[in-house]
């Protein structure tokens, strides 16, 4: 069953009865683009994909909110002392993590900052990011290409976004992400 994205970084920080073999992540992906190109991929992985503090890359990639302007500048100020959890396939390569969308290597990451809920009102609230690293070859080979970062609205399990196509980037694209997590089995 699809968790939500608080859900798989409760289950990921304490998985509970069973965990000899620890975990495993998979997260579907997919991308529709108003050329109508349609791209379904995943990234899926073991214990080594959860990162319980995971930035982000700060390249020079395009960030697109809901297909609007970019987004004031963040201040990341979350009150577990500065550590914002996620997953990610970056660094990783099998066993440990694979990662593609459609036929293009990519590496991608999701987190969640729960940001200060008293600075919200000056961009400091929660909020949700994926970045998608286009790959010349598959992890770990491979070398990053190009990519998006995407601000993301969360709809129950679902994570929403819009940004370029990475098949064309000049489409735009509607990115949706599933995640799950659940025991490894023996």
């Known amino acids: ?3 939500t994205l608080q859900e798989a970084i409760d289950f990921a920080r304490n998985p ?3 965990t000899g073999f620890g975990i495993d992540v998979d997260i579907v992906i997919s991308m529709h683009d108003e050329a109508g190109n349609v791209l379904v991929g995943h990234a899926d992985g073991r214990d080594a994909m959860f990162r319980p503090d995971l930035p982000l890359l700060n390249l020079a990639m395009p960030t697109i909110v809901g297909g609007g302007a ?3 500048p963040r201040l990341h100020l979350s009150p577990s002392g500065g550590q914002i959890p996620g997953f990610s396939t970056r660094g990783l390569g099998p066993p440990d993590a694979v990662a593609n969308l459609g ?5 991608f990451s999701v987190r969640r900052d729960p940001g200060n809920r008293w600075l919200g ?3 400091g609230g929660p909020s949700v990011q994926i970045e998608i690293e286009t790959l010349s070859a598959p992890a770990p080979a491979g070398t990053v290409t190009g990519g998006i970062k995407l601000e993301v609205a969360e709809d129950g399990a679902l994570l929403r976004a819009v940004g370029p196509s990475l098949k ?4 735009k694209a509607s990115y949706t992400v599933t995640i799950f997590a659940h025991h490894h089995p023996g």
């Open 16 to 18: 509970g009865f069973g």
């Open 70 to 72: 970019p987004p004031p």
């Open 103 to 107: 036929t293009i290597p990519i590496d």
């Open 1 to 3: 069953m699809a968790m």
């Open 121 to 123: 009102l000056l961009g």
């Open 168 to 171: 064309d980037p000049a489409n």
